[in-house]
């Protein structure tokens, strides 16, 4: 018997699931015994052209008519948003409908009592899609590595972020004409502010952590920074010192608690992240048994994250067509994180400091981090101004120190006269 699919949404990756439903639907039928029927389509625009052919009365603009369709079994949401969709995704549960979802910003604003309501209603909630597009991060997780204690997970989670940190690597360049560049070539969205200031990727951390630690991380809880600051000139010293810059999401267990974090760092020019480039992600995990393994793919796209959301609707559907409820150990309820206060995360850094070109500038600053207790690893500064009273750049590589001794450090560093230029923190990635 063919199993009713309704899709809300056929864009960038509703189209591609309805590709890929038409173009494997022999694969499907022979291998699986799966008959996967496309029953109603959601969209704003009746007259826009679609990925695929389908009977006119397939399309509707109320998504409320895919919920509450009696023929429809499952329920892809492709649409995006938040408040919309999560009326969407909860009224599809309660109607007994499993779900799959590419909606990160849904399920980490709302999650909680989506997760519940399938667990409620003993439907799936499939959200493969949701983090790294194509790479099956998620099953690896939930499923792959179920016999083990995971103990960190070090991702490059946003394609934009890393599109532009490579660009601006390989081309020498500054943050905003990569930025330009990336939207230019379709990598970054024409408002790409959830992107750049790692709302994304935390967003992303967080769904993993739930998975990986089976807590609750809210992503409003994470260290957060973004790229925007990130200049040519810090790329040149990390790559004088060693390092790439990436935006890495960063979660592991210290000691009871969770430590959870998405910012730049300088990642050693050896580790396998360094020389992940342009828009690919990554995720790094070790786990008890199994040590360390590194994913890798292309995390957004029209096919990467399509392939996301049918692996998630075959696996709902081979567990639909056997009778069986929903697979994997619920999401829901799950204790909140105890999660590392931000003030106390340790991290080395790179400090990028514009003084003056004058004596005892160094004494000076070298006073202010060992006030905090902040040892210092590494000093740089090429050459002279060349003019007299001009400023030169002053690196510091500092050894670990707690977030908050390092930001009270920097604010009094930053009002020291002889410093022109508001400090330049990036920290330091030690595997
Ligand atoms: N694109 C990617 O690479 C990617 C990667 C990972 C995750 N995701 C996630 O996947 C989801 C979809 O992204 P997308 O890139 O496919 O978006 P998109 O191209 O903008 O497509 C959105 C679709 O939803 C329809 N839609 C929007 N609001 C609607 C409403 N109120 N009623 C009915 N239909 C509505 C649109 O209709 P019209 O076509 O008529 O405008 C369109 O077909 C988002 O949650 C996104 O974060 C995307």
């Known amino acids: 018997m063919a199993i009713g699919i309704g899709l809300i949404g056929m864009g960038v990756v509703g189209g591609g699931v309805a590709r890929i439903l038409r173009d494997r639907e022999r694969e499907f039928k022979d291998v699986r015994g799966l008959d996967l029927d496309i029953r109603k389509v959601a969209v704003r625009d009746l007259s826009k052209p679609r990925a695929i052919d389908l009977f006119p009365d397939r399309f509707t603009t109320n998504p409320m008519d895919v919920v509450a369709d009696p023929t429809i079994q499952i329920v892809v949401e492709v649409m995006g948003g938040v408040d919309a969709a999560y009326d969407l995704v909860l009224a599809a549960l309660q109607n007994g409908k499993d779900v ?35 790479i099956p991060i998620i099953q690896t997780l939930s499923q792959g590595l179920v016999a083990n204690d995971i103990q960190s997970l070090y991702g490059i989670l946003n394609g934009t972020t890393n599109y532009i940190l490579t660009r601006m690597t390989e081309a020498g360049a500054d943050f905003d004409p990569m930025l330009k560049e990336a939207q230019d070539k379709g990598f970054a969205e024409a408002d790409p502010t959830m992107d750049i200031d790692g709302t994304d990727a935390a967003q992303k951390l967080a769904l993993l952590c739930r998975l990986a630690f089976r807590q609750r991380v809210s992503s409003g809880d994470i260290l957060k920074e973004g790229i925007s600051h990130i200049t040519a000139l810090d790329i040149d010293f990390a790559r004088e010192l060693g390092y790439t810059i990436k935006l890495l999401g960063i979660a592991r267990v210290v000691g009871n608690r969770i430590e959870a974090r998405v910012h730049p760092a300088f990642v050693p020019h050896h580790a396998l992240l360094a020389d992940i480039r342009n828009e690919f992600n990554a995720v790094e995990i070790v786990g008890s048994a199994v040590d360390a393994q590194v994913f890798y793919g292309k995390g957004a796209g029209e096919l990467p994250t399509a392939s996301a959301v049918v692996a998630d609707l075959i696996a709902i559907a081979e567990r639909r067509k056997a009778g069986l409820g929903p697979a994997g150990a619920p999401l829901a309820p799950l204790p909140e994180a105890d999660l590392v206060p931000i003030g106390d995360i340790q991290t080395g850094s790179y400090c990028r400091l514009t003084v003056y070109d004058k004596p005892g500038v160094l004494a000076q600053v070298a006073a202010l981090f060992a006030g905090e207790n902040i040892s210092i690893e590494t000093v740089i500064q090429h050459g002279r101004s060349e003019t007299e009273g001009g400023t030169v750049p002053l690196i510091m590589i500092t050894h670990d120190a707690p977030e908050a001794a390092m930001q009270r450090a920097i604010t009094r560093i930053g009002n020291l006269s002889a410093v022109t230029e508001k400090p330049q923190i990036i920290r330091i990635l030690h595997p």
């Not at 989506?114 to 439907?123: C, D, W």
């Open 100 to 134: 799959v979802t590419a909606n990160k910003a849904l399920l980490a604003e709302r999650g909680d009592s989506l997760f519940e309501a399938a667990v409620q209603n003993n439907v799936g909630l499939g959200f493969e899609a949701s983090v790294c597009g194509g």
